[in-house]
C-alpha cells in the first residue's frame, strides 16, 4: 500500500525567509502524482504544487518549488520570500497515475508557523 | 477549475442522530470522494461516488455509517448516521478533473461537532 510521511509537525519561519516542507512516500507504481496542498484556517484545501511523476523537471510555481527525488521517494517544498498569507497547514498528497486524481493519500501534515 | 459547494459549513448534533452533506458542483464530473478530517489529523478517504452505481468504501468506512447518494453527475450527499462525539470531524468533498490539467478539487468543508 502506498504511503505519506511527513515527518514535521510544525515548522517556523521569518517574513521573506526560505523554509522546507519535507515529505516521503512509499509506492511501488512508476506512474503517479504527488502534491503539496495548502490548508489555512478557513478549511479551504488549495493545490500548492503538482509533480507528474515521469517528469525529471522540479515543478515551480511562483515563490514554490519542489525537490522530486524520484529514487528516494521525497519530494520536499521550498518556500521562499516567505509571507504572513503563506501560515497554514501543508499536505503532501500522492496519487495513482491513469488520471484518477481524486482519490489522495495524504501525509499527516506540517503546521507552517510564519513570523512577522 | 471546478467549483465546489458543501451544505451546511458547520453544525453541532445530537448524539444518536444523523445528518446529510450536500456537494454541488459547478460541472459534470465522473467521480465525487468524501473525506473525513479528525481535529488536528490529516485527512481520509471515506469512499468513493460514481453516478449511477453505488459509492466504493475505503477500509474502516461502512455503509451503513456514512451513506452515500449520486443521484447525477454534479451533486452527491454524504450521512453520518447514528452519530456520536468520535464524528466530530471535517468532512469533504472533492472531485478530480483528469486530463491536461490534472488536479482535485474540494469544498469548503463541513465542521461537525457531536455533542
Known amino acids: 500500500a502506498q504511503t505519506v510521511t511527513q515527518s514535521q509537525p510544525e515548522m517556523s519561519v521569518q517574513e521573506a525567509e526560505t523554509v522546507t516542507l519535507s515529505c516521503t512516500y512509499d509506492t511501488s507504481e512508476s506512474d503517479y502524482y504527488l502534491f503539496w496542498y495548502k490548508q489555512p484556517p478557513s478549511r479551504q484545501m488549495i493545490l500548492v504544487i503538482r509533480?507528474?511523476?515521469?517528469?525529471?523537471q522540479n515543478a515551480t510555481e511562483n515563490r514554490f518549488s519542489v525537490n522530486f527525488q524520484k529514487a528516494a521517494k521525497s519530494f520536499s517544498l521550498k518556500i521562499s520570500d516567505s509571507q504572513l498569507g503563506d501560515a497554514a497547514m501543508y499536505f503532501c498528497?500522492?496519487?495513482?497515475?491513469?488520471?484518477?486524481?481524486?482519490?489522495?493519500?495524504f501525509g499527516q501534515g506540517t503546521t507552517l508557523q510564519v513570523k512577522p | 477549475s471546478a467549483v465546489i459547494s458543501q451544505k451546511p459549513s458547520r453544525d453541532i448534533c445530537q448524539r444518536g442522530t444523523s445528518l446529510t452533506i450536500q456537494c454541488q458542483v459547478d460541472s459534470q464530473v465522473t467521480m465525487m470522494f468524501w473525506y473525513r478530517q479528525q481535529p488536528g489529523q490529516s485527512l481520509t478517504l471515506i469512499a468513493t461516488?460514481?453516478?449511477?452505481?453505488?459509492?466504493?468504501?475505503e477500509s474502516g468506512f461502512v455503509i451503513d455509517k456514512f451513506p452515500i447518494s449520486r443521484p447525477n453527475l454534479t451533486f452527491s450527499t454524504l450521512t453520518v448516521s447514528n452519530m456520536s462525539p468520535e464524528d466530530s470531524s471535517i468532512y469533504l468533498c472533492?472531485?478530480?478533473?483528469?486530463?491536461?490539467?490534472?488536479?482535485?478539487?474540494f469544498g469548503q468543508g463541513t465542521r461537525l461537532t457531536v455533542v
Open positions: 461516488a460514481n453516478q449511477g452505481s453505488e459509492a466504493t468504501y
Open positions: 498528497a500522492y496519487t495513482h497515475g491513469s488520471g484518477n486524481t481524486g482519490k489522495l493519500i
Open positions: 509533480q507528474e511523476a515521469y517528469k525529471q
Open positions: 472533492s472531485v478530480d478533473e483528469a486530463g491536461f490539467v490534472t488536479e482535485a478539487f
